[in-house]
């Protein structure tokens, strides 16, 4: 089943970022760690062409540690800087952040954009570069005006933007992992095909971890004691509790895609 999800909210913000294009001058993509490539949005990388880019991969703590090592080594092999947020503390995002500034001109405002689909947790990068505080300035002169900047020192303008997927998802793996992670909501049609893509790729991938995974979600409905009235197991809770569980990264770290599997170069 493909799938058209891109509501008035997600038009008016493509056009927001079109709009600042002109004025950025580095691209911080934020993605996450359990899908570096169904979560890197090309209509983002199509509207800016002129910045250079920075990859972060987000909630890394979720994901198979190896499979985001691989990840980082992918990204970095087409010359762009890419890097796990665990360890980009505060001090490592500012340092690459300030690296690519070097090259603006003497007494300019370097203006940085955070980008990414929803829900991979730009609003937490922000926060560590800002250190919480979220102090907003007056608009910026030559930028669109009404858009709020968060100034940093040296110089360094930080302007979060809205969360933006593609305006169709017309390959069914992309849509459950997106689902799976929150990237798009779970509507009726899509929860159990989501959670039977995740149990059925976790015990195909991860073979060895397979008593960490139900059998099926009617036995996992009774394990859990989720019944419907007259005692039948009730799948539907239990297939959202085990999203939630993965989510939550009870089942484990585990990671939904690898450049291999997506056949895709950064």
Known sequence: MTGSWF????????????????????LVIVLDARLPYTTRNMILEKTFKRPGKLFILNKADLADPEITEIWIRHIRKS????????EGSRASLKKHIFSAAQKRKSGSIFKVMVAGVPNVGKSSIINRLSKGARAKV??????????????LDEGIALLDSPGVIPPA????EARWRLAACGGIPLADDLAHLTAAGLLEYLKTN???CAHLFPENFSEFAMANN???????????RAEAFFLKKYNDGALGRFSLETPESTGSLY
């Open 7 to 26: 509501p008035g909210h997600m038009q008016k913000a493509v056009r927001l970022l079109e709009e600042s294009a002109r004025h950025i001058d580095l």
């Open 79 to 86: 010359g762009v800087q890419a890097f796990q947020a665990e």
């Open 138 to 151: 007056a608009d910026l002169p030559g930028t669109t005006r009404g858009k709020q900047w968060i100034r």
């Open 169 to 172: 998802i017309n390959n069914p």
């Open 206 to 208: 991860y073979s060895g």
């Open 226 to 236: 989720f019944l419907k009235p007259g005692g039948e197991p009730d799948t539907v």
